[in-house]
């Protein structure tokens, strides 16, 4: 078990000269979260994030054993840029470890290194017979599993499975990744053991006490600033000075695919008016891969995942009806006037009878970041947007980064929920 006295200092770069501060404690680790937004590329948030939702869909499908379309298997040769919130975890492997640079991600399991840095073999690496193989909305890689010593801040996980890239794409500027999603997510990836699941490497620090609970606690919050130190991830357990009031928690949903994920249901109003019925959907970290330094070689930390509140396509009518809001190409974000955006009234999202309020504020893109994406500066962009299918898909939101900076979130495995919690900003107006 893990000491529950021991407090032990972390050095953590955002840039040469930022050196923050990780706390152990209570049997759980404290990671804080380096937020980068990415001001080159110019191309559009929604067509990351749809080219995600594809492959969740296409995982999810792979995962319950059925096969793909010639489509959904071709998912990966789409290209998708770079986008703006950028979140990275500098993660060590083997026995003298060798640090590897992974995005850390919700929405898969399976842990891999090789895109960049060459994987170098120790005392600790064992090669399995297995090939693995994992598709994403922005690449994909393959390779052979082994089995390593993984080593997260003070914590080393002896005997994780790892998968070692022989070929990847769409991960330029990193290692690979590090998966945090439900364990289900590996199912099909191993072959010839394509019915064997591979645990996480939250399930083995649980599973080996070094933590006390299978849980993840993350702490994001609203910001202006394209590089700022301004989250933080709690493996085994949960931060309460990072929330006010208390959490909540909502079952996991048995809908699929949003039950192969960190998958709830959720209505969604609009003021008054109800513009998406009770349905199953997914909570998904933001962002999308591009390089943070890290010159202590420990634990600044990167999501893979969606940026923005995608709704079904009949639930953003009524909202955009509603808004008044138009479409801009450009960005490919919804855009209202300055007087529209005095009368935009707040989103109601109800799970397991909690209600979340966004408000007017939350559900517009920074201003002061709309260059960032490509936008004009003087525009009012909506960060809910179009997921590209009507409800009843079994996928029918995703609450991504823009909701999660707002609320306080829970991945709770052992419990099978997800839970949530206001927090300082949940009504700021930081943009």
């Known amino acids: ?57 296409a995982r999810a ?78 690449g994909s890689f393959s390779g052979t599993e082994y089995t390593d010593t993984v080593t997260i801040g003070s914590l080393a996980i002896p005997g994780q499975s790892i998968g070692v890239a022989s070929t990847s794409s769409g991960f330029d500027g990193t290692d690979g990744i590090l998966g945090i999603g439900p364990v289900g997510l590996t199912q099909g990836t191993l072959s010839p053991a394509t019915s064997s699941l591979i645990p996480t490497v939250t399930d083995n620090l649980y599973s080996q006490g070094s933590i006390t609970a299978n849980e993840i606690g993350v702490s994001f919050e609203p910001t202006t600033s394209t590089e700022v130190l301004n989250g933080e991830l709690t493996w085994g357990g949960t931060d309460s000075s990072k929330y006010t009031g208390s959490l909540s928690y909502t079952p996991l949903t048995t809908v699929y695919p949003s039950s192969y994920y960190w998958g709830i249901d959720q209505s969604v109003r609009y003021g008054t008016s109800t513009i998406l019925s009770s349905t199953a959907g997914i909570v998904d970290t933001g962002g999308s891969p591009s390089p943070l330094s890290d010159v202590y070689g420990v634990l600044s930390v990167r999501f893979l995942g969606t940026t923005l509140v995608l709704l079904a396509s009949d639930a953003v009518s ?9 479409l801009d190409s450009t960005t490919g974000l919804l855009s209202i006037t300055a007087a529209q955006y005095a009368n935009l009234e707040s989103l109601f999202f109800t799970t397991n009878g909690v209600t979340y309020e966004l408000t007017a504020n939350a559900q517009i893109w920074p201003r002061a970041l ?31 980064y823009t909701f999660l900076e707002r609320f306080y979130s829970v991945y709770d495995t052992t419990n099978e929920r997800v839970g949530f919690a206001t927090t300082p900003f949940t009504a700021a107006t930081t943009n």
């Open 1 to 57: 078990m893990f000491p529950t006295t021991l407090l032990t200092t972390l050095l953590l770069a955002l840039s040469v000269a930022a050196t923050p501060v990780v706390q152990v404690r209570k049997s759980y680790v404290t990671l804080p979260l380096s937020r980068r937004v990415n001001t080159t590329s110019t191309h559009n948030l929604l067509k990351h994030d749809l080219q995600r939702v594809k492959a969740l869909k």
């Open 318 to 326: 009524l909202y955009q009806s509603a808004t008044g809001a138009v």
């Open 370 to 400: 709309n260059t960032a994406i490509g936008g004009s500066s003087g525009s009012i962009y909506l960060v809910v947007a179009d997921i590209g299918s009507t409800s009843g898909s079994g996928l029918d939101f995703i609450n991504g």
């Open 61 to 138: 499908k792979a995962a319950s054993g059925a096969d793909l379309t010639f489509e959904e298997a071709a998912i990966v040769n789409e290209p998708v840029d770079n986008q703006a919130v950028t979140y990275i975890a500098s993660v060590g492997v083997g026995s003298p470890a060798t640090t590897y640079d992974l995005i850390i991600d919700t929405g898969s399991s399976n842990t891999w290194v090789g895109a960049g840095t060459t994987y170098a073999t120790t005392s600790t690496s064992v090669k399995t017979s297995n090939k693995v193989s994992v598709t994403y909305g922005s």
